[in-house]
């Protein structure tokens, strides 16, 4: 059972400079409140993804210790996690900002423990399927210490603060599949002890988590009153002023609704449609496949020898590839309003071909070299995602964007298990399921490859008449390109 990451959303505001408007306190006091608040969280972020045993789920459920079958494994456990994560998407969303982060952040650190509990005493089938419940509610939480992060700093910050707890996070996943693999090898230690560490570094969490300061300012619901502390006037504020102060009851449904009806409106915007497209679909078929890699790594190697099961440092290699992938795309400069479909539609074929490899093979080494090379070629698109995404957004805007994708694409998922993967629907072993993934990316690649063609056809057809008059008329002034595709900023991340 791969390891479940999500990436923290790079949402931030960039509000317009001025010269004559009062710093937050947090730029002009030589307070240093608010770098320890930023340190501890970081540190948070940090031991909270320390769980050795995670990487190991798997070969620990099919192995002695639990002695479930492939086909409970597969058919019956593992997609309770995608109907779970469906199911409290939304109310953990909104509870995260009306309870400003950190109950939810507490809840999360207990479905950790109640994670390991059942897998360390429960024997039965309905214990695993609660176990993969309490996974869904972990993963939804997530979004908790992805934002809690923009409470403690000034907007300017924002961009660093993001920097920050990602690397702390993905440092973490990185540590502690490390240190599973190194426990597994060298160490000789069993899943099952194994998991006892896992959950006492949870536990450790917890009372991390006690720690932390609950924030009296959140995104949406917890606004401040006034301006006093000289941030710059946002998309909701602004919002909740239209309404009036005669219509004060049940501002904040009036407010996020016309949001929602804003997102709507930007969806005609064709380079905001196409990356929330993608992460919609990509982000689907990306997750189904994490949820059953390990799987297949048993079913193409399946050993007795806990020694021989190299499931963390696969995952390590993957995360650290990723990581790497994420910093490249920061330096990919083109013209992404016109080579978008392209770039998605090339590396979405690489990855069909990946699957396909990985699902062909009988090398269990080259199936990890595949599973490393699709993260990272995800990875590597994601940051690029976020940026066509959030680049014309403001910060309350770009939060409830990725959060409509996200529910959109946890849906396709959960239908996509309900048909594939469930036993009430197909009911497929993984090998089957791997080459429905499989044509699920290839139908993903050839529409964007066609959609690609699309456009360097209209770009083709607008520059003729263009270099036309221009040959008729020497002295004619060039026509003007657009600023957001002329400017090298539009092309980094």
């Given amino acids: 059972m791969a390891p479940r990451i999500t990436l923290l959303s790079c949402c931030r505001a960039m509000p317009k400079k001025d010269d004559g408007a009062k710093k937050p306190a947090s730029e002009t006091m030589p307070d240093q409140r608010w770098k320890l608040q930023v340190f501890y969280l970081c540190f948070y972020g940090f031991m909270t993804q320390i769980r ?154 917890l009372i991390l988590t006690l720690f932390l300061e609950r924030p009296r300012r959140s995104l949406f619901f917890n606004r401040p009153g006034g301006a006093g502390d000289g941030a710059a006037s946002t998309e909701l504020d602004r919002m909740a002023e239209g309404d009036g102060r005669g219509r004060a009851r049940g501002w904040r449904d009036a407010v996020l609704c016309r949001m929602l009806w804003e997102v709507g409106a930007l969806a005609r915007q064709p380079q905001l449609r196409l990356w929330s497209l993608w992460w919609i679909f990509n982000s689907a078929g990306y997750y189904l496949m994490l949820y059953y890699a390990h799987i297949l790594w048993n079913e193409i190697s399946p050993t007795t020898d ?126 089957p399921q791997f080459y429905m993934y499989f044509g699920y990316f290839t139908l993903l690649a050839v529409v964007y490859l066609l959609a690609a063609v699309g456009v360097g056809i209209q770009h083709s057809r607008r520059r003729q008449p263009a270099e036309l008059a221009l040959a008729k008329e020497p002295c004619q002034r060039p026509v003007e390109i657009p600023a957001q595709e002329k400017s090298p900023e539009a092309g980094t991340v």
């Fill in 306 to 431: 806990n020694r021989r099961v190299y499931n963390g440092g696969v995952d390590a290699a993957s995360t650290l590839l990723g990581a790497v992938a994420s910093f490249a795309a920061g330096y990919v400069k083109i013209r992404w309003t016109l080579w978008s479909e392209l770039v998605i539609g090339v590396v979405t074929a690489f990855q069909a071909g990946l699957l396909l490899l990985m699902n062909s093979t009988t090398n269990i080494w080259l199936c990890y070299v595949a599973y490393v090379l699709f993260r990272g070629s995800y990875q590597f698109l994601v940051p690029i995602a976020i940026f066509q995404i959030a680049t014309s957004l403001s910060k309350e805007l770009c939060a409830l964007v990725f959060g409509v994708n996200t529910f959109f694409g946890t849906v396709l998922k959960t239908i996509i298990t309900v048909i594939v993967a469930d036993e009430r629907g197909l009911g497929l072993s993984v090998h």
């Fill in 52 to 205: 050795p045993g995670e990487s190991f789920i798997t070969p620990y459920l099919l192995g002695p210790d639990q002695n479930f079958t492939k086909a409970e494994v597969t058919n019956v456990i593992t997609p309770v996690l995608s109907y779970s994560y469906m199911a409290v998407l939304v109310p953990i969303f909104l509870l995260t900002d009306y309870l400003c982060y950190k109950p939810v952040l507490v809840l999360q650190s207990l479905s950790h423990i109640s994670i390991w509990l059942l897998l360390v005493l429960g024997t039965s089938v309905l214990a695993m399927q609660l176990m993969e419940f309490f996974y869904g509610i972990t993963m939804a939480a997530r979004i908790a210490y992805s934002s809690y992060i923009f409470s403690l700093v000034a907007p300017s910050r924002y961009q660093r603060m993001a920097s920050y707890s990602r690397s702390s996070v993905l440092m973490g996943v990185f540590t502690s599949s490390v240190l599973g693999q190194l426990c597994v090898t060298l160490g000789g230690v069993s899943f099952l002890t194994l998991n006892y560490v896992s959950l006492g570094f949870v536990s450790f969490g």
